[in-house]
């Protein structure tokens, strides 16, 4: 098992859903304010969703500013994404008053991926931008041990060039509407966050710890495909250690080290992630969803859960608008 088979496999189970929404080419001076992720949400009618944007420059150069950091500074291939949804400013040249984002995105949305033109007539920039919209739920499972702003360079891999080149092919057929290509589109979008997280993996320094650093150790990675592969699975710390290879004593040491905490405890509250997640979108009975995420009783499962979110999964479940309610 590799970091890729349980950074994968964490991508399909949080359930992205995400889309390319701004083709634009801007010149010089301009400058765009992105609203944050609630903003967001709620101009994509993304519901409650974590939504995280990202920026392709395809050719050209820009900036990004970021609150209480330092400037970006961007160059032909960057990708840049935002992975906790801050409110940022993309621009290019000197000063201009920025373009809100909040009023300014809903009628690019209307106007489809036709080429936007935007700016001074100066130097030029062409963007392709997108977003990804996770279950509340669990996208803190990796969202939370990623930084503000990652970016990396497409261009540097073939991989990354040849994602360039659909997404480009794919904008052009969407315009000129050709069948499929908004699904195309968005499968593409999801391909580009992936990349950019293997990427930040691959690029941790040896001694970081955390869940990306656990899922890019050979050991820990694959406990961590295991339980999530097979959550109800009645695990014990001698099972997994005899799975993945290695003592009881070792696994838990290296599991300690990069997640803080040992492996049945990150267990119980993935499982119990996943319940807050049927809670909130299933009409399931508490005892199905207690069932369901790997608890052999409905008691069990309440006792749980309120220890992890300060409520009943039945008052949870109605304060958080569930379709059992």
Not at 48 to 65: F, K, N, Q, W
Not at 160 to 172: A, P, T, Y
Not at 267 to 275: F, K, S, V
């Amino acid at each position: 098992m590799t970091e890729v088979d349980a950074l994968s496999q964490l991508l399909q189970i949080i359930r992205l859903n995400s889309a390319i929404f701004l083709n634009a080419e801007f010149s010089e001076p301009w400058c765009f304010l992105e609203p944050d992720s609630a903003g967001l949400a709620r101009i994509f009618s993304a519901g409650s969703a974590h939504v995280i944007i990202y920026h392709l420059l395809c050719e050209g150069r820009a900036y990004v500013d970021l609150e209480n950091s330092e400037r970006i500074e961007l160059t032909t291939g960057d990708l840049v994404t935002f992975p906790h949804g801050d409110s940022h400013i993309l621009g290019g040249g000197g000063y201009v008053k920025p373009v809100d984002g909040i009023e300014a995105i809903p009628a690019v949305l209307k106007r489809g991926l036709g080429l936007l033109e935007l700016g001074g007539g100066g130097n030029r920039s062409r963007f392709i931008c997108g977003f990804l919209a996770c279950d509340p739920q669990l996208s803190p499972a990796f969202v939370g041990g990623l930084p503000r702003v990652i970016k990396v360079n497409i261009r540097e891999e073939p991989s990354g060039q040849w994602l360039e080149n659909s997404l480009k092919v794919s904008v052009n057929e969407t315009v000129s509407r050709e069948a499929g290509g908004t699904a195309l589109l968005a499968k593409l979008s999801e391909a580009l966050f992936a990349e950019t997280l293997r990427r930040y993996v691959r690029a941790l320094p040896p001694g970081e710890t955390g869940w990306f650093a656990g899922a890019r150790d050979a050991e820990v990675g694959k406990a961590l495909t295991l339980l999530h592969g097979r959550h109800t699975h009645p695990w014990t710390v001698a099972d997994l250690a005899r799975e993945v290879g290695v003592s009881r004593t070792v696994l838990a040491e290296r599991f300690r080290h990069f997640l803080g905490e040992p492996p049945m405890a990150y267990l119980t509250r993935w499982r119990l992630r996943l319940g807050a997640r049927s809670l909130a979108v299933t009409a399931q009975s508490v005892a199905q969803v207690a069932a369901e995420v790997g608890y052999e009783s409905e008691a069990a499962f309440n006792r749980a859960f309120k220890r992890e979110y300060g409520l009943p999964p039945a008052r949870y479940r109605k304060e958080k608008g569930g379709a059992g309610r």
